[in-house]
């Protein structure tokens, strides 16, 4: 169904700040992340998806979660987001105590950026400040 012609490219670059909250002195961690380039509308396929995870201050995990959709109609693709915000005892616990989803549109031929923050909503304290700069190009 699809062709080049309606082909997309969609390129997502990431920034996370965790604040790992301490008795004493909080830290602070920054962690940036280019995600693999996604091809969408080749081949009837219109969804790509991708998970990013970071580790931080030994009691804390994120799980970022993007699926890009294409709407083959009008080029316009759908990011959405489902992020995840652990802290326990380590930083593999399953321990969930945040979570934030959202999306944005990208037009062909734009940029948008999906900021957003996930709070430690059980305990309070730590957090994930994550901004997501999602690119919709044409296939080349
Ligand atoms: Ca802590
Ligand atoms: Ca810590
Ligand atoms: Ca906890």
């Not at 326990?88 to 969930?96: H, I, K, V």
Request: hydrophobic content about 30%; aromatic content about 6%; proline content about 3%.
């Amino acid at each position: 169904m699809s062709s080049a012609g309606t082909a997309r490219v969609v390129n997502i670059g990431g920034v996370m700040q965790i604040k790992d909250d301490e008795p004493f002195s909080d830290d602070y961690f920054t962690r940036t992340r280019n995600f693999p380039t996604m091809v969408l509308g080749v081949d009837g396929a219109l969804t790509g998806t991708y998970t990013w995870v970071e580790k931080a201050g030994g009691e804390i995990r994120v799980e970022v979660l993007v699926t890009a959709t294409l709407n083959p109609a009008t080029g316009v693709v759908a990011i959405e987001h489902d992020t995840k915000l652990f802290e326990g005892t380590s930083e593999t616990t399953s321990d969930l105590d945040g979570r934030g989803r959202g999306s944005v549109q990208v037009p062909r031929g734009e940029q948008k950026v999906l900021g957003y923050t996930v709070n430690n909503t059980d305990e309070g304290g730590d957090y994930a400040s994550v901004t997501l700069t999602c690119t919709n190009s044409r296939l080349r």
